[in-house]
C-alpha cells in the first residue's frame, strides 16, 4: 500500500529496554528430556503450533521436549494432535502464564521458536526477549512479514507450513550446539544494535526534529 510514498516513509522499528533486565526465578515446569524448545502465541490457527507439534513428531524425542505458551480456541485440537502423535512426554501446552514464569521459561529454555503461518505475525516482539535472554531463534520466514528482518542471522529461517524444514532446524539445535550458541551471539548483538530503547527513542526524536525543521 507504501510503495508509491516510499520516499515519505522511515522505519524505526519496536524496541526494549535493555536496562531493565526482569529477576528470573527457576521454573519447575520442564522435564529432564534433553533440548528445550520454547513457543510463545495465542493458541490461533495463523500461529502454526500444529506444524511445529508435528515437527517435534519427526526429531529425536529423547532428546527434546517443548512447551507451549498461551491460551486460545485450538487448546482442544492441538491437545488431541500431541496424544495422537504420542508426543505426551514432550510437549507441554502451559496456557496462560505470569510475566515471572515467562521470564523464568525463557531463561531456561534452549532455543525459542514461533511457527506463524501468515503477516499476521507482523514483527514478533518474544522474538525481542528471547534475544534478550540470550536465545536461538527458530522462526517461519513469511512473505510480506517483518519476522525474517527481525530475526536475521540469529535463528534459523525456515519455510511457513514445512513441518519437514521444521524438524530438520529442530534437529540442527540438537546436534550442533555450538551453532546454537552463535545464532544466539548474533541475535544478541542485533538486538543491541537495532532494538535497543535507547537507539529506538533516538530515531524517533531525530524523526521529530527533521520534520520541524522542513516545517
Known amino acids: 500500500a507504501l510503495d508509491k510514498w516510499q520516499y515519505k516513509c522511515q522505519v524505526i522499528p ?15 515446569q520442564w522435564n529432564s528430556k534433553g533440548v528445550r524448545f520454547l513457543s510463545v502465541g495465542r493458541l490461533s490457527y495463523y500461529k502454526g503450533h500444529e506444524f511445529l507439534i508435528r515437527a ?20 482442544s485440537d492441538l491437545n488431541k494432535l500431541i496424544k495422537q ?5 514432550n510437549v507441554k501446552l502451559l496456557g496462560y502464564c505470569s510475566d515471572t514464569e ?7 529454555c534452549d532455543c525459542f521458536c514461533l511457527a506463524s ?12 526477549e528471547a534475544m534478550r535472554h540470550n536465545k536461538p531463534i527458530i522462526a517461519t520466514d513469511i512473505p510480506g512479514s517483518g519476522v525474517g528482518w527481525v530475526v536475521n542471522d540469529g535463528g534459523l529461517l525456515v519455510k511457513p507450513q514445512d513441518v519437514t524444514a521444521l ?3 529442530l534437529q540442527k539445535i540438537i546436534n550442533q550446539p555450538l551453532l546454537a550458541a552463535n545464532l544466539a551471539k548474533r541475535g544478541q548483538l542485533r538486538l543491541n544494535q537495532l532494538f535497543d530503547i535507547k537507539n529506538v527513542s533516538a530515531k524517533i526524536s ?8 522542513y516545517g
Do not use: C, W
Not at 15 to 25: A, C, D, K, R, S
Not at 85 to 89: A, Y
Not at 102 to 108: E, G, K, P
Open 14 to 28: 519496536l524496541g526494549v529496554n535493555l536496562e531493565h533486565m526482569p529477576t528470573i526465578e527457576t521454573t519447575n
Open 56 to 75: 517435534m513428531a519427526n526429531i529425536d524425542k529423547d532428546k527434546a521436549q517443548l512447551i507451549i505458551v498461551g491460551k486460545g480456541e485450538q487448546y
Open 85 to 89: 502423535l504420542n508426543l505426551n512426554d
Open 102 to 108: 515467562l521470564n523464568a521459561l525463557f531463561a531456561s
Open 117 to 128: 503461518l501468515e503477516r499476521t505475525e507482523a514483527f514478533g516482539v518474544v522474538f525481542l
Open 167 to 169: 524438524a530438520n532446524a
Open 206 to 213: 531525530d524523526l521529530y526534529q527533521q520534520v520541524l525543521n
